[in-house]
Nanobody, 123 residues
Framework: QVQLVESGGGLVQDGGSLRLSCAAS????????MSWFRQAPGKVREIVAA????????YYKDLVKGRFTISRNNAKSTVYLQMNSLKPEDTAVYYC????????????????WGQGTQVTVSS
């Protein structure tokens, strides 16, 4: 079992920055690919970024490339999402998710989910 707890969301102005953190329980954190998803009101959940267990493979949704950075610290069992140049369309609930092995862009392939953290970008 893996428990995930996100933090770092909040209200920020257009062009601002936030850093999300996701702390995981368990001793095998490096075995899990980690991803950040988001879901805006009335929209389907979509992947934002993913990182492999050793951090060597990273994926970004095209819309966030160059603005968001995913990283992980396996010693602290934590994954991060640094979000810069935020836009109102980035407003959503952000979730971290974990799966054994390789990452995936499909949310149904993830076994463990955090409770979500709200990110609101005002114009």
């Amino acid at each position: 079992q893996v428990q995930l707890v996100e933090s770092g969301g909040g209200l920020v102005q257009d062009g601002g920055s936030l850093r999300l953190s996701c702390a995981a329980s368990g001793r095998t954190f490096s075995s899990y690919a980690m991803s950040w998803f988001r879901q805006a009101p009335g929209k389907v959940r979509e992947i934002v970024a993913a990182i492999s267990g050793n951090g060597g493979i990273i994926y970004y949704k095209d819309l966030v490339k160059g603005r968001f950075t995913i990283s992980r610290n396996n010693a602290k069992s934590t994954v991060y999402l640094q979000m810069n140049s935020l836009k109102p369309e980035d407003t959503a609930v952000y979730y971290c998710a974990a799966k054994i092995g390789w990452g995936s862009r499909e949310d149904y392939e993830y076994n463990y989910w955090g409770q979500g953290t709200q990110v609101t970008v005002s114009s």
